[in-house]
């Protein structure tokens, strides 16, 4: 598996990455092989605090839905509203499709997330 080292993984098979001032969010390359086609993506609420460890998406497949949660705490401050109308972009791109934005209270909080090399190991 070929992941990339410019963000943090979780153990729910989220990443999130630094974009300037704001952290972009999304799912796994792993995450959408389980899931399948995706259908929809979305009840995203822009402006909500979150912690980590909410649930900030729901991401639906032919075969399941599933939560999506905030890797760390702060404020959501946007959506991605391209997957209104192409949810499939997360299947076909995972690691350039972002879900939402977030506005980190405390951008020390991914020195507790998992690296590259170790939400690979989780996934082996």
Known sequence: MNLPNDRKYTE?????????????????DHAQEQLGDLMFVGEVEEGRAVKAGDVVAVVE????ASDVYAPISGTIM??????E????????????????????????????????????????
């Open 85 to 124: 109308t192409r949810p499939e972009s997360l299947n076909e791109a995972p690691y350039e499709t972002w879900i939402l934005k977030l506005k980190a209270d405390n951008p020390a909080d991914l020195d507790a997330l998992l690296d590259a090399a170790s939400y690979a190991a989780l996934t082996d």
């Open 61 to 64: 497949s032919v075969k399941s």
């Open 12 to 28: 729910s098979h989220q990443w999130i990455k630094q974009d300037a001032e704001t952290f972009l969010v999304g799912i796994t």
């Open 78 to 83: 946007a959506f991605n509203k391209e997957l």
